[in-house]
């Protein structure tokens, strides 16, 4: 079972987001800050992260960058509500295997997490 990470400072859209995965058949873990997720020794684990830009403290692009850095590959899909070309750009540039805006609306997040995971284990093989 593919395990997916949410690393999102609204507890409502976090909440939303994990009840949302866990029924396409995601195991779920939920974190309330890019910090929270960094500071957790078993969250390297996961097989896909879903990051909200916008959170206090640390965006959700330089948490991509901190764990590229670290070595981390874990594929990252970046959320947010102001996707303009620019984020887009650096979001691809750090690392993001794509960039959806909020409100999410039907299986895209999930199909992107299934593109994700199935092209790490090919590359991984």
Avoid: N, Y
Wanted: proline share 3%; hydrophobic share 45%; with cysteine.
């Amino acid at each position: 079972m593919t395990s997916v990470g949410i690393v999102e400072d609204d507890t409502a859209v976090r909440e939303a987001l994990c009840f949302s995965l866990e029924r396409e058949g995601f195991t779920v873990r939920t974190f309330g800050s890019a910090t929270a997720f960094l500071e957790d020794g078993d969250a390297l684990r996961l097989d896909c992260l879903v990051v909200d830009q916008q959170m206090p403290e640390m965006t959700g692009v330089e948490l991509v960058i901190a764990l590229r850095r670290r070595g981390c590959l874990i594929p990252a899909i970046l959320i947010t509500t102001w996707p303009d070309h620019a984020l887009r750009l650096r979001a691809i540039e750090a690392g993001c295997r794509a960039v959806l805006e909020k409100p999410l609306t039907g299986s895209a997040l999930a199909d992107l997490i299934h593109a994700a995971t199935d092209e790490a284990w090919s590359t991984s093989v």
